[in-house]
């Protein structure tokens, strides 16, 4: 089983920057997606990023393009989700998903880190 622990959520003022972290352990292959999501109050949860784990393709929500980065450290086992620009709307809670080749849906998930965006 994989399991996985966002961190680095806070608060911060609108044109900011924040860097979450998603700590991967378990039994992952090279072949692992990874990705952040995030929830908005009120709101389902969305797609904002995703990279293999072994490659350098990454995607990116049209709302995410040009202002987040994903990246991954394989040695040390973590995701990132460097976030430049922040704005109101990006306030959420964000988790961290793992899902491997073979699965359409994502099957793993973080408990979600808090990102508040003042104004």
């Known amino acids: 089983q994989v399991q996985l622990v966002e961190s680095g959520g806070g608060v911060v003022q609108a044109g900011g920057s924040l860097r979450l972290s998603c700590a991967v352990s378990g039994r992952t292959s090279s072949g692992y997606t990874m990705g952040w999501f995030r929830r908005a109050p009120g709101k389902e949860r969305d797609f904002v990023a995703s990279i293999l784990w072994n490659g350098g393709n990454a995607y990116y929500a049209d709302s995410a393009k040009g202002r987040f980065i994903i990246s991954r450290d394989n040695a040390k086992n973590t995701v990132y989700l460097q976030m430049n620009s922040l704005k109101p709307e990006d306030t959420a809670v964000y988790y961290c998903?793992?899902?491997?080749?073979?699965?359409?849906?994502?099957?793993?998930w973080g408990q979600g880190t808090q990102v508040t965006v003042s104004s």
């Open positions: 998903a793992a899902r491997s080749g073979l699965d359409y849906e994502y099957r793993y």
